[in-house]
């Protein structure tokens, strides 16, 4: 699945009873992989099975069987039982009433207050717990969690998470790791575009050998998020909002020259070189909050 920039699409009605359990799979893969000593991640509970009860409720007030409202008028017309299947579709005129029993049937999406608990719980499980006693093997697991188990992953426990937070900033980190993998050649070519167009020190910030290349990019990818577990946090989270101020740079010049033949191509580019700013900014933000002490 190609990785898109942008925070992760909500899902239909009919989806959103699986975000749990797929919150659910990532606790326990991330639990597997920090080991006992940061014992068990925070659950999100399974949604619960509708009653069987109110399911068999809501078939009998549709078809006019048992209690419901068209049973009741047939009864008054005569007395008969329950329509055939023919009976109720030519005798429907008006929307069937729901009795209160019915409205259990339907099963809703999880809790967003459940949703955001979790994503801070396991993120500050995470964070603290690993960076008591870093274990190498334990770092070197995690920094390519998602190379085993996928970005959609991290993406349903933590991308739905405020911007300037700890799970939305750790999202952030695995989500740039991931696009860097999925195309070395092209975000070495952007960031090398950027860092000669840049007059600031983001270059040296963000600490990426040089001359930049595909293997030198994707090291500095595993370098940053692994100073997230073994290094100071905030400086992590300001060499990311460093690489993507350089990117966004690299962008909009690669914008400008598409610009010429290409306007829609030009068009696109704009706009991720946008999404890579926002995501400075962002990671900027958490970096100071960090040092504050108020980042949650």
Same mark, same amino acid.
């Given at each position: ?119 801070? *719980? ?154 890579? *700013? ?19």
């Amino acid at each position: 699945m190609s990785v898109r920039f942008a925070r992760a699409r909500g899902t239909s009605a009919a989806g959103r009873s699986s975000v749990g359990r797929r919150a659910v799979r990532c606790c326990a893969d991330l639990t597997v992989v920090v080991g006992s000593r940061a014992g068990r991640a925070p659950r999100v509970s399974d949604p619960p099975a509708p009653p069987a009860r109110a399911a068999a409720s809501t078939i009998e007030e549709r078809t006019g069987g048992g209690k419901g409202v068209r049973g009741e008028r047939d009864r008054e017309r005569g007395g008969r039982g329950g329509p055939s299947l023919g009976r109720v579709t030519d005798d429907f005129r008006k929307p069937v009433l729901f009795g209160s029993s019915a409205f259990e049937s339907f099963q809703g999406g999880d809790d967003p207050a459940q949703i955001s608990r979790v994503a801070h *719980e396991t993120a500050n499980a995470l964070i603290n717990r690993v960076r008591e006693a870093p274990d190498e093997q334990i770092v070197q697991r995690l920094v390519a969690f998602t190379d085993e188990h996928g970005i959609d992953a991290i993406a349903e426990l933590w991308s739905r998470s405020a911007p300037r937070s700890l799970p939305g900033s750790l999202w952030r980190l695995y989500l740039l790791r991931a696009l860097i993998r999925q195309d070395p050649e092209q975000t070495s070519f952007t960031f090398t575009r950027g860092t000669d167009l840049l007059r600031t020190i983001d270059p040296v910030v963000a600490g990426a050998e040089t001359p930049t290349g595909p293997k030198e990019v994707t090291d500095l990818a595993d370098r940053i998020l692994r100073g997230v577990f073994t290094g100071d946090f905030a400086v992590a989270l300001d060499r990311a909002a460093a690489f993507c101020r350089i990117m966004a740079q690299g962008w909009a010049s690669l914008a400008d020259d598409a610009e010429v033949l290409d306007p829609q191509r030009g068009s696109e580019l704009t706009t991720r070189a946008a999404r890579f *700013e926002e995501y400075a900014g962002d990671l900027a933000g958490s970096a100071r909050l960090w040092r504050g002490g108020s980042l949650e």
